[in-house]
Each structure stands twice: as C-alpha cells, then as structure tokens.
C-alpha cells in the first residue's frame, strides 16, 4: 500500500513555471508506475504524464509534450511534474497516482492509489 501527497501547485501567469512534487509512503514505491493526471472544473480527470518503475521510460498528453518532464527518485520516494511554459488551459487540480502492472498507463482507473491533489492556476 502507498499514500501520496501533492505539494508545489500555486497561481502563476502564463509563460511561467511551476514543479509539482509527489512524495510516497511505503517501501514499495519502486514497484509502482507512477503518474500525474489533472481535473479542470467541469471536466473529467485527464491524465498528463506517467513513468515507469525504474524512471527510464516514460509518456505524456500530447498537449503538454516538450513543456512538461515527469521524473522520480526512488531513493527519496519522490515523482515530480516539472511544467514549463506553462498556458492557462493548464490550470487543473493535479494529482500523483500509483498503479501496479505496466499496461493503461494513461487510464485513471487502473490507478489504485490516489493523492489529494494540488491546485494550479495559470493567468493569462
């Protein structure tokens, strides 16, 4: 079992940058994919990116390729989203998850494991 918690959200104006952090509990975090999906007002959760167990291989939205990186640390049980040029059609409530087994990466409900979610706001 894993818990998550999203920190680093926060209002920025376009163009800016922001980078999420995701930090896990448990000793298993390196047998976990792990991902960041992101849930505007009124939309349904939509994922963003995703990495592998061992950090070498990963995938994203085709809306945020080439400005955002997921990356993680399995030393620290960490995954971060670095978001860069950031538009406001990136503005989203962002969650990290956790799944087991290396198919529907980008399938919210293959996820298991869920943070709380942190707010990002980009104004034009």
């Keep these: 079992q894993v818990q998550l918690v999203e920190s680093g959200g926060g209002l920025v104006q376009a163009g800016g940058s922001l980078r999420l952090s995701c930090a896990a509990s448990g000793r298993t975090f390196s047998s976990y994919v792990m991902g960041w999906f992101r849930q505007a007002p009124g939309k349904e959760r939509e994922f963003v990116a995703a990495i592998n167990t061992g950090g070498g291989l ?20 960490t995954v971060d989203l670095q978001m860069n040029p950031l538009k406001p059609e990136d503005t989203a409530v962002y969650y990290c998850a956790a799944k087991t087994g290396i198919t529907g990466w980008d399938i919210p409900q293959r996820y298991g494991y869920w943070g709380q979610g942190t707010q990002v706001t980009v104004s034009s």
Excluded: E
Aim: aromatic content about 10%; glycine content about 4%; overall charge positive.
């Design 58 to 77: 990963s995938s994203y939205k085709d809306s945020v390729k080439g400005r955002f990186t997921i990356s993680r640390d399995n030393a620290k049980n």
